[in-house]
């Protein structure tokens, strides 16, 4: 088999006597679209932040294409080419759009190439998002849909072999998320990248994704085929016990 | 209207570096002093502005790399060149950020501020134990000082070479790097950027100028002890200069330290007893109405004319 582009092996995260991600093992391959779901506080977020080196996890390890990073700053499993966005956008708010995807190309991806050389142009990647006429706009002056888009572009810049999504579909509106899924799509068939996305709104990603794994209080409870996991009993009670949040709800969550 | 290039702003410089060169023989004795303080403030403002402007970290330890600096030369006037020590100034400034910057650069905020602070109180009073327990004195006595005219070449170059340094800087991707630290240095990690190097980088180099700096001017005193040359109204009236300019700006300190210069000296001629009250009312003024610095006066004259 493939080696794995990203490998999660045994991640457990401990805030004090909290265990916020237990034992979690994730393999994601190049070309895949995994969705990660979860009820609130079931540590996703938290799995991400180990994933990308923001917060070292309390044991197990990460493997990077064939490298151990556990341990390692997160400008280190950048430069191996792991990407991530945040769940509330983080722009650099002072500075025009198109640096903000720059700044990616100039130091985590710098040593890489894309596999579509379009993909080496800040203007290139604002133009895919839909961004080429806000491109000169200080990325704080733009609407909270678009900061997310340029938060895309931001780990697209970084020319990433894994892309990271944290809730990216959320406060948008049904028309947006959709587009944002086609987009999300798109990226992954034409840089072959693997994507891991997060999102609370459970039926978008569902609609999406190839494969899903979903936490629970930390661990993670199935992992397989979308459809196979809306139908596991764990999950389901998983999501019912915290006051009716199914496994189907409807993907719009707010305009 | 075409953008100013990194190259047209450095020949720029150069070029008002070259006309200022001439002033000793076109000045007064008073004129020339008042134009000496003005690009010591300049060098200093620039120099503090180039880390702390793009990182948004407040680094009050400027009195602490002057001082070293005139130490430098305190120490090895006599026996080293006036040039050299200006050099060996600026290189232990430079040694001395990067050994501190590797321990404190990750505090930020007040916190920053108050150690970078309480920096050159450590230095002023290690130098002041040093100096009575083995060299037996207080203060040193500066012999045979360079002719003023020297004086004012060396800080003209230092303080050119800290605008030209500023300008490279900021075009390059540390001062990208800078840039992103100061807006959201965790996103930058998560960018690729190792933002404990790049800090510790940009602060060691950033210190090279009040080092050389404060070499450069220890022998326009007579008479330097620690108390005179570790005086902490220099880092502050570094940080309020630049920060009155526009602190993200290179321009900007520059204009406020002549401004500031010209205006202490005025004032201080006008009013000798309430010159410091109507200074600190001035800055008070410009801090609530101009919070953006002078440069952004600028920046709003340049947005009213591109909308027109």
Redesign the interface.
């Known amino acids: 088999m493939r080696e794995p582009l990203l490998a999660a092996q045994g991640v457990s995260v401990r805030f004090g006597g909290l265990v916020a991600v237990d034992a979690v093992d994730l393999a994601v391959h190049a070309g895949e679209l995994v969705g990660v779901i979860g009820p609130n506080g079931a540590g996703k977020t938290t799995f991400f932040h180990a994933l ?3 917060l070292v996890p309390t044991s197990g390890c990460i493997v990077i294409v064939g490298d151990d990073l556990t341990g390692e ?3 280190a ?3 191996h080419g792991i ?2 966005t ?1 769940q509330t956008p ?6 025009p759009a198109i ?1 903000n995807v ?3 190309l ?5 040593t890489r190439s894309h596999a579509h050389d379009a993909f080496d142009e800040p203007g290139t990647i604002l133009e895919f998002l839909g961004l080429a006429d806000v491109a000169a706009v200080p990325a704080g002056g733009l609407t909270p849909s678009k900061q997310r888009l340029l938060e895309i572009g ?1 780990a697209l ?2 020319r990433p072999r894994v892309l990271l999504l944290d809730e990216v579909a959320a406060g948008l509106t049904h028309a947006e998320v959709e587009l944002t899924a086609q987009l999300i799509r798109r990226v992954r068939d034409e840089l072959g990248l693997a994507v891991i996305w997060i999102e609370h709104a459970v039926r978008v990603l569902m609609d999406y994704v190839e494969r899903v794994a979903v936490l629970h209080q930390g661990r993670k409870i199935a992992d397989g085929d979308p459809r196979a996991v809306a139908k596991d009993a764990g999950v389901i009670e998983a999501y019912l016990g915290e006051q009716g949040e199914p496994v189907t709800e409807p993907g719009r969550k707010a305009a | 209207m075409r953008r100013f290039t990194l190259r047209d702003s450095i020949a720029a410089t150069v070029l008002a570096a070259l006309a200022l060169a001439a002033m000793p023989w076109l000045m007064s004795d008073f004129a020339l002093a008042l134009t000496l303080t003005c690009l010591m403030y300049a060098g200093l403002a620039v120099s503090w502005a180039m880390f702390c402007g793009a990182t948004n970290y407040l680094s009050l330890a400027t009195a602490a790399f002057f001082g070293m600096g005139a130490y430098v030369t305190a120490w090895g006037i006599g026996t080293l060149a006036y040039g050299l020590g200006v050099l060996l100034g600026g290189l232990a400034a430079a040694a001395f950020a990067a050994l501190v910057g590797a321990a404190v650069l990750h505090l930020r905020g007040a916190y920053f501020a108050v150690i970078t602070f309480g920096l050159g109180e450590l230095v002023r009073h290690a130098i002041t134990y040093y100096e009575k327990a083995y060299a037996g004195t207080v203060g040193r006595v500066i012999s045979e000082p360079p002719e003023t005219v020297t004086i004012y070449h060396v800080v003209l170059l230092v303080s050119a070479l800290a605008v030209v340094t500023a300008l490279v800087v900021r075009a390059s ?1 540390l001062g ?2 800078l ?2 630290i ?3 240095e ?10 404990r190097r790049a800090k510790i980088l940009a602060f060691s180099l950033s210190a090279f100028f009040p080092g050389a700096l404060g070499a450069a001017m220890a022998v326009r005193w007579t008479y330097i002890d620690p108390l005179s040359v570790f005086n902490p109204f220099i880092g502050f009236q570094t940080v309020l200069i630049a920060m009155v300019g526009g602190a993200h700006t290179i321009l900007g300190p520059i204009a406020s330290s002549v401004l500031f210069s010209v205006l202490t000296e005025y004032l201080r001629l006008q009013f000798p007893y309430l010159f410091l009250v109507i200074l600190g009312l001035l800055l008070i003024l410009l801090v609530l109405y101009l919070p953006g610095g002078l440069a952004s006066l600028l920046e709003r004259w340049r947005w009213g004319k591109s909308r027109a």
């Open positions: 990308s080196g923001v700053g997160a400008h499993f950048a430069r990407a991530r945040f983080r722009v650099f708010k002072e500075m640096d720059r700044f990616g100039e130091f985590a991806g710098r931001m810049g970084a | 991707r990208l790097a840039r992103g100061g807006s959201d965790e996103r930058a990690r998560t960018l690729g950027v190792e933002t």
